[in-house]
């Protein structure tokens, strides 16, 4: 991987998989642009590198327009993007019958809509340069359902197909689309909570930074598919080739969330 002076926007950079990869990409000599609402948590990330090399921007993905602000920014300040990673993403757990319409508008904006935004915006810059990476962290719940968080995963399901689909339709431009799946990894998102009415959240995980080293490596590889980890690769495989074991397992795992207070 050569990031050396290349230009990238990393959402959602001030925790977790974002937080790592805006760190590696710096680390390896890009320049990178780190968002997230939290300026303080990206003043910190600033700070850690010489001046210039991380440029934080404060933006909130669930206002309509955001993403594509976002990129704008970017080409405004540095002319070209090199790599866009549309990382920044949320779950709640909720079961399907006590979703609201909103809060699942919610979860589809800051998800989806959001990387559609800014890859729309980023798309004629990328092409008129020769090129260019997108890299969207989706989820290993992109490729199936679990219990309580049905508005995420459909958010995550939405952005997989997304990726697949559009890497096809962007290939002959010279821009490479990487899915990321991550399954359980060690960061903020569990903090939320509405987590805290299951009880076995997160008993493997992750780390973040590994997580964000395989997307990034596979991004530079322009791979379409990034599946970390050999244990959600066997998990993604027992969901396609046992549906029977899969599915008892998960109307367990649905009993186990608690009801509503
Ligand atoms: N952790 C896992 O087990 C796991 C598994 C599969 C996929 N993922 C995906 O990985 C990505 C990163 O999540 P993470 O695990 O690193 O969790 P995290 O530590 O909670 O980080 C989430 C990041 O998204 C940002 N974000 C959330 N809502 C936002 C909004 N409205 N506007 C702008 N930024 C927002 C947060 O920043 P602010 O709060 O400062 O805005 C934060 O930087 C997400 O897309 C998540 O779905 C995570």
């Known amino acids: 991987m050569?990031?050396?002076?290349?230009?990238?926007?990393?959402t959602g950079a001030s925790s977790g998989i974002g937080l790592e990869m805006a760190r590696q990409l710096a680390d390896a000599g890009a320049q990178v642009f780190a968002s997230a609402r939290r300026e303080q948590r990206l003043a910190?990330?600033?700070?850690?590198?010489?001046?210039?090399?991380?440029?934080?921007?404060?933006?909130?993905?669930?206002?309509?327009?955001?993403?594509a602000r976002l990129v704008k920014q970017v080409l405004d300040a540095a002319g070209r993007l090199d790599l866009l990673v549309n990382n920044a993403g949320y779950g709640e757990l909720v079961k399907a019958d006590e979703q609201t319409t909103e809060a699942v508008a919610r979860?589809?904006?800051v998800n989806f809509m959001a990387v559609i935004e800014a890859t729309l915006a980023a798309i004629?810059?990328?092409k008129s340069q020769g090129g260019g990476r997108i890299l969207n962290v989706a989820s290993i719940v992109g490729h199936m359902g679990l219990p309580g968080i049905a508005a995420y995963v459909a958010s995550k399901h939405a952005l997989q197909g997304w990726s697949e689909a559009s890497g096809y339709d962007l290939r002959e431009h010279g821009i490479a689309v990487t899915c990321l799946c991550p399954g359980g990894t060690a960061t903020e998102f569990d903090d939320h909570p509405s987590f805290d009415r299951h009880d076995g959240v997160s008993s493997f995980t992750q780390p973040a930074a590994t997580v964000a080293r395989a997307g990034?490596?596979?991004?530079?590889?322009?791979?379409?598919l990034v599946i970390p980890g050999l244990r959600n690769r066997f998990f993604l495989w027992a969901h396609d080739r046992l549906p029977w074991l899969y599915r008892r397992i998960m109307y367990r795992e649905a009993r186990r969330i608690a009801p509503r207070d």
């Open 216 to 224: 990034l490596r596979g991004a530079w590889k322009r791979k379409p």
């Open 124 to 126: 004629p810059t990328m």
């Open 107 to 109: 979860q589809m904006q």
């Open 44 to 67: 910190q990330l600033a700070a850690e590198f010489p001046a210039g090399r991380i440029t934080p921007l404060v933006a909130d993905l669930a206002e309509a327009g955001a993403g």
């Open 2 to 10: 050569n990031w050396d002076e290349q230009v990238a926007l990393v």
